[in-house]
Structures are given as structure tokens and as C-alpha cells.
């Protein structure tokens, strides 16, 4: 059974940070890549990072720079740390894996940053 659980969202104002966390089940942490995913509203669902189960990286153009994406194996979790927040970054945020063809995803965590 996989699953996914994000926390850590909040209110944050501009210039501020936030940390959330993936709480990931065993299998898909140890064996799939794993990703953010954000949603503004009346937006599309868009990618933000991944990290493999070796700990490579990778951001989107809009995250480079203010998040970091990382791995805790001794809590199964998947961290994105993100810094200098924007308005623009308000959106739910998604955690996201693939195994074996199919795509699993959190409830989502709401992340708002306020101007």
C-alpha cells in the first residue's frame, strides 16, 4: 500500500519561509523519485521538484534558487524547504510519486503568502 501524507502548510507573509514535509510509505520512498506538485487556484497542477531515491535533485525554473528539495530515511519523509516566498508561490502543494505506472498523490497542504 503507498501512501503519502503532506504537512507544514501555513500562512507566511512575503520574504518568509516555510518547510513542508512528505511523509511517504516505505516502498515508493525507497524506490520511486518523489515530487512537489503546486495548485493555484484556477490553475493548472504544475511540477515544482523531485528528488530520486539517491538524492538527486531537480527544480523547476520557479523554484531554483528559494527551495530545496531533500531526503530524511530515517522518517520516510521528503522535505521542501522553501525560502523567500512570493505571493505568487500561494497554492496547494502536492506530493507525488509514480510506481509501477501509477501516479499516487497527498490530500495536499495550503501554503498562502500574503503581501
Known amino acids: 500500500q503507498v501512501q503519502l501524507v503532506e504537512s507544514g502548510g501555513g500562512v507566511v507573509q512575503a520574504g518568509g519561509s516555510l518547510t513542508l514535509s512528505c511523509a511517504a510509505s516505505q516502498n515508493i520512498f525507497t524506490q520511486n523519485t518523489l515530487n512537489w506538485y503546486r495548485q493555484a487556484p484556477g490553475s493548472q497542477r504544475e511540477w515544482v521538484a523531485s528528488i530520486t531515491p539517491g538524492g538527486t535533485p531537480k527544480y523547476a525554473d520557479s523554484a531554483k534558487g528559494r527551495f530545496t528539495i531533500s531526503r530524511d530515511a530515517r522518517k520516510n519523509l521528503v522535505n521542501l524547504q522553501m525560502r523567500s516566498l512570493k505571493p505568487e508561490d500561494t497554492a496547494v502543494y502536492y506530493c507525488?510519486?509514480?510506481?509501477?505506472?501509477?501516479?499516487?498523490w497527498g490530500q495536499g497542504t495550503q501554503v498562502t503568502v500574503s503581501s
Open positions: 507525488h510519486g509514480n510506481r509501477y505506472l501509477r501516479d499516487y
